[in-house]
Every structure is written in C-alpha cells, then in structure tokens.
C-alpha cells in the first residue's frame, strides 16, 4: 500500500521554467512533509520540509504548497536550473513517531534541458 | 566530513555470500535508520535503532537480515545467504533528539549487486 502517491514519474522543463512535481497521502495524522532531492549514485538529501500549520514555505528557488483539505502537497521549483536535474522524492510521517515511519513517495525525475 | 558515512560503497557478490555494510551516523545522532532503494522507488524502511536498542523491524527485513548498533555509535547490516532479489541500495540514516528528529540525513548508500 503506498501511503504518498507521487507524479509525474518523469519531468522535463526548460531553463528558466518552473518544475511542479504533486503527492498525495492518505493518513491524515501526518504532520510532516520533507521532500529530498537525490543525484545518481548519491544518497537522497533533505531539500525543503513543511508542517500542516502552513500552507506554504519558501526557500530560495524551492516553494512547498500544501493543502491540508485535499490532503496533496507540491514542489515548486522556480526558475529551474540544468543543476536542479536529479531525482525529487516526497515524503510523509508522523513527527511524534520519529523517522521509521517516514513514507516516500516513487520519485520524479526532473531534466532541465539548456 | 561530519556526515553519515557507509562502507563499502560497492559489493557484488555471489548469490548465497553474505555481506555485511557498516555505516558511521553523524556524531551525537541517537536515531540510526537502514532503508533500502531500488531502481525507480523511494527508500523503503528496514530497521531503526535508538542509542543500542533496535525498536523497530520491517516486514522487508527477512530472517536473512541482522542489524546490529553495539554502543549506539556505528551500525552494521548483515544479509546472509544473499539472493538476487536482494541486489538494490542500502540507505544508511540518522537523526538527532528533540523536534528535528524527524529531519534525517542519508549517506551516500551502499550498492549491493548479487550475482
């Protein structure tokens, strides 16, 4: 059972453009909602993280938006960079519960063409 | 380098070998996690320690698999009697106490190939 469902599998946006990867979950007790970003052969690395307190964090490039109602998140990133190219995998759990109940989604692969 | 840090980072090995990986969590890091990656999917939890204790076991981890935290520093993983199935990579994670527990910091994965 996947707990976040994450689109497109694929991405690819111009430089310049805006790059918008979408999940969804299910369990409405998590309250916490990082994405990471991962390079081939590396391991994933924590971009930008928000709490259902907030509908929206921005951090430079990166905007999360999240509604609570429809239980769906997204990432923005604006002004997409051929370095942004990596995979973006979205996440969700229960703080209280600490990370081993930290739910990834399946990842999207962002190419940012020149 | 004060990050989490796994070795080897490469092992291919024989069906039916085992292997072991170790991984080094960030110092004063009490939460130390394993997950695996496939191709294609996000990490996938295996296990969770807090200090020595392991407190948490995934239906992923099959009798083949032992992690072991002595001292509550560095972790090993053990996969005994490998098989095909289980060539993927192995995520090393750890966290810190208070609040932030939930931000944790990956290694950079420890590829295992079976053959």
């Known amino acids: 059972q996947q707990q976040v469902k994450q689109s497109p599998q694929s991405l690819i946006v111009q430089k310049g453009g805006i790059s918008i990867i979408n999940c969804a979950y299910e369990?409405?007790?998590?309250?916490?909602f990082p994405w990471y970003q991962q390079f081939p052969g590396k391991g994933p690395a924590l971009l930008i993280a928000?709490?259902?307190?907030?509908s929206e964090k921005k951090e430079g490039r990166f905007t999360i938006s999240f509604n609570k109602s429809a239980k769906q998140f997204s990432l923005h990133i604006m002004d997409s960079q051929p370095g942004d190219s990596a995979t973006y995998f979205c996440a969700a759990s229960l703080s209280h519960s600490g990370a081993n109940n930290l739910f990834f989604g399946t990842g999207t692969r962002l190419t940012v063409i020149p | 380098d004060t990050g989490v840090s796994q070795d080897p980072r490469h092992k291919i090995t024989k069906r039916g070998q085992n292997v072991t990986f170790r991984c080094d969590p960030i110092s004063e890091h009490n939460r130390l996690y394993w997950y695996r990656q496939t191709l294609g999917q996000g990490p996938e939890f295996l296990t969770y320690f807090q200090n020595e204790a392991q407190l948490e076991k995934s239906r992923l981890l099959s009798d083949r698999f032992s992690a072991e935290r002595p001292k509550g520093s560095f972790s090993t993983l053990e996969i005994q009697r490998t098989e095909q199935g289980d060539s993927a990579m192995y995520l090393c994670?750890?966290?810190?106490?208070?609040?932030?527990?939930?931000?944790?910091?990956f290694g950079e994965g420890s590829w295992l190939t079976v053959v």
């Open positions: 369990n409405t007790a998590f309250d916490y």
């Open positions: 928000i709490r259902p307190d907030v």
């Open positions: 994670a750890s966290s810190g106490r208070g609040s932030s527990g939930n931000t944790i910091y």
